[in-house]
T-cell receptor
Framework: NAGVTQTPKFQVLKTGQSMTLQCAQDMNHNSMYWYRQDPGMGLRLIYY???????DKGEVPNGYNVSRLNKREFSLRLESAAPSQTSVYFC????????????FGSGTRLTVV | GQQLNQSPQSMFIQEGEDVSMNCTSSSIFNTWLWYKQDPGEGPVLLIA?????ELTSNGRLTAQFGITRKDSFLNISASIPSDVGIYFC?????????????FGKGTLLTVNP
């Protein structure tokens, strides 16, 4: 099925560990986004990639890095995880058809202990 | 940065009741979107609005793009248990290739059968 696929779905890390959250879309979308969702805070933009080969900071980029590996894949890396990064992470991509907004993945639930 | 104020934060209603929620912005938007997030899933687009004053329906859902371009409303008629979830408004303030959405903090809807 066409859409946005995120892996893993769940992850527990110890403080200081590193990991990469994977995201892939098969809809040939140019733009991709990483958001985090925290209770009472809504969705906050971490990084985005307007097109292959470009990345830009969003609202809350500190502690994260991203790689737009190709048109399909946009990964989010935590180099040294902190408890404040416990959250649900969503990847999204945008159709060139503005009427369709963003398509979101089903999320990665990350706990840092 | 841009801010969206979404209200109410949560609602507890009886099945069959109508629901209304709204978002206001500190700046003018040229696009308003409404998303729903089911538990454990990513947000899914419900309705998109592109013109001031526009009123659009999707089944029992109706949304309006405010005349001032600084607000939007979502109404759900005759609620049913599967309407449970978090509803997000999102807005975009400028055109061009740098397409980013700003999200409200969400309205948590609970429907009692």
């Amino acid at each position: 099925n066409a859409g946005v696929t995120q892996t893993p779905k769940f992850q527990v890390l110890k403080t200081g560990q590193s990991m990469t959250l994977q995201c892939a879309q098969d809809m040939n979308h140019n733009s991709m986004y990483w958001y985090r969702q925290d209770p009472g805070m809504g969705l906050r933009l971490i990084y985005y990639s307007a097109s292959e080969g470009t990345t830009d900071k969003g609202e809350v980029p500190n502690g994260y890095n991203v790689s737009r590996l190709n048109k399909r894949e946009f990964s989010l890396r935590l180099e040294s995880a902190a408890p404040s990064q416990t959250s649900v992470y969503f990847c999204a991509s945008r159709s060139p058809n503005a009427n369709l907004g963003y398509t979101f993945g089903s999320g990665t639930r990350l706990t840092v202990v | 940065g841009q801010q969206l104020n979404q209200s109410p934060q949560s609602m507890f209603i009886q099945e069959g009741e109508d629901v209304s929620m709204n978002c206001t912005s500190s700046s003018i938007f040229n696009t308003w979107l409404w998303y729903k997030q089911d538990p454990g899933e990513g947000p899914v687009l419900l309705i998109a609005l592109y013109k001031a004053g526009e009123l659009t329906s999707n089944g029992r859902l109706t949304a309006q793009f405010g005349i001032t371009r600084k607000d939007s409303f979502l109404n759900i008629s005759a609620s049913i248990p599967s309407d449970v979830g978090i509803y997000f408004c999102a807005g975009r303030s400028s055109g061009g290739s740098n397409y980013k959405l700003t999200f409200g903090k969400g309205t948590l809807l609970t429907v009692n059968p």
